[in-house]
């Protein structure tokens, strides 16, 4: 593995930037088999709608994805830092954690103000054909300038506010797992027995169980620099069990979990599945290909742009497209080709127009602030 740019990682954050895109355009337009939240469905009928359109109901619940994205979140500077043994990486990213996260969220935010100030949001109507709750659960309050900018300053970093844009919920989220896997990298560093603050932490994480994730990244961004440091190889069929453990764990039915959470299964899926993206020769040549590392270099824009693309124009040319005599299948295979092109071209203007110069000044603020 390059690990001057971990490819094969920012392969598999591309891979999972797609995966959360296509995952929401399933909910929107063919939500089958859909048991979370605004799903309309009771608690007691959630087993019989989840396999009555079993597999397809693995993908429309298939929010796994983002959870890899808090371990990789976890993994990059743990590793870093096993690696070169130094903690300037995690100094700067202590920093300006916040700042990192504040300009791209704000532009999100902003994006979708415009849009919906104009009347471009048409998920009501798109929630209303498809009888599609989770479509009209979206943009229902008063939009306003004052209360855009204090979301992106506060609410939303801080709180998970996501009336702008649902993929925001989770931006809390990110500010305290990264914070959190600082304070494990740090806590942890110089312990030759670092499992044992591992085994603590993880049993910690069943009060907090999203932040798995997290500590599955660290745990193997620890594992993968050892092995390296060692010239240990895992034999291929060890990556390929590990790889499709990590799997069919990440993508357990919640309905079979009982009271295990959903989330503490998805940090440990992540965990394995790194474990054997950063180990697996086979793995690193396909995570490393041209498109899925520009993916990876994308996938925040990505994930930040494409709810906005997908209530306004995909939404648009659906109900156009049904108004025209469309039948729903063809409707579904235009608009989601359509989506490719539309997505792709947001991505790159949100991150040459804001994610860039967002860096750059994050930068400039570390300078002044050191």
Same mark, same amino acid.
Request: net charge positive.
């Given at each position: ?71 990789? *979140?976890? !993994?990059?500077?743990?590793?870093? !830092? ?12 202590i ?5 990192r ?13 415009? =849009?919906?100030k ?45 009336d ?9 989220l ?11 990298i ?13 085994g ?25 620099v ?8 895992l ?7 590990l ?16 009271? =295990? ?5 998805y ?8 474990i054997?993206?950063?180990?697996s ?27 906005? =693309? ?7 040319? !659906? ?11 063809w409707?579904?295979? *235009? =608009? ?17 127009l ?11 603020i ?5």
């Amino acid at each position: 593995m390059k690990s001057s740019r971990l490819e094969a990682v920012d392969g598999l954050k591309g891979l999972c930037g797609i995966w959360i895109v296509l995952f929401h355009y399933l909910l929107a337009y063919a939500a089958f088999g859909y048991i979370g939240w605004q799903s309309g469905v009771a608690a007691n009928d959630r087993a019989e709608c989840y396999f009555n359109y079993f597999p397809y109901s693995v993908l429309s619940n298939g929010s796994w994805p983002l959870y890899i994205f808090f371990a990789i *979140i976890a !993994f990059i500077p743990a590793f870093i !830092f096993f690696r070169d043994r130094t903690f300037e990486q995690l100094h700067r990213q202590i920093t300006v954690r916040y700042f990192r996260l504040l300009f791209p969220v704000a532009g999100c935010i902003l994006l979708a103000l415009m =849009v919906w100030k104009a009347g471009c949001f048409f998920n009501q109507e798109l929630g209303k054909l498809l009888n599609n709750n989770w479509d009209k659960a979206f943009y229902t309050a008063e939009p306003s300038i004052a209360d855009a900018l204090y979301c992106a300053v506060y609410k939303t970093p801080f709180t998970g506010n996501s009336d702008y844009c649902s993929v925001l919920w989770c931006m809390n989220l990110i500010l305290y797992g990264s914070y959190f896997s600082y304070l494990a990298i740090m806590g942890s560093a110089m312990l030759k027995k670092r499992y044992l603050i591992y085994g603590g932490l993880f049993l910690l994480t069943f009060a907090a169980p999203a932040y798995t994730a997290f500590l599955g990244g660290i745990v193997a961004a620890d594992i993968v620099v050892a092995l390296n440091k060692r010239n240990i190889t895992l034999p291929n069929y060890l990556n390929l069990l590990l790889l499709a453990g990590g799997v069919v764990i990440g993508n357990f039915p919640e309905v079979w979990l009982g009271k =295990v959470s959903v989330f503490t299964v998805y940090g440990i899926g992540a965990f394995m599945v790194l474990i054997s993206c950063c180990n697996s020769v086979w793995m690193q040549k396909i995570l490393s290909g041209r498109f899925l590392v520009k993916a990876g270099e994308y996938s925040f824009t990505l994930v930040l742009s494409h709810f906005t =693309v997908m209530m306004s124009f995909s939404a648009w040319l !659906f109900l156009k497209l049904h108004n025209g005599g469309i039948s729903y299948v063809w409707n579904i295979v *235009i =608009v989601f080709l359509t989506a490719v092109p539309a997505n792709w071209l947001a991505g790159f203007l949100f991150y040459q127009l804001i994610e860039k110069p967002s860096v750059r000044l994050t930068k400039w603020i570390y300078r002044q602030l050191m």
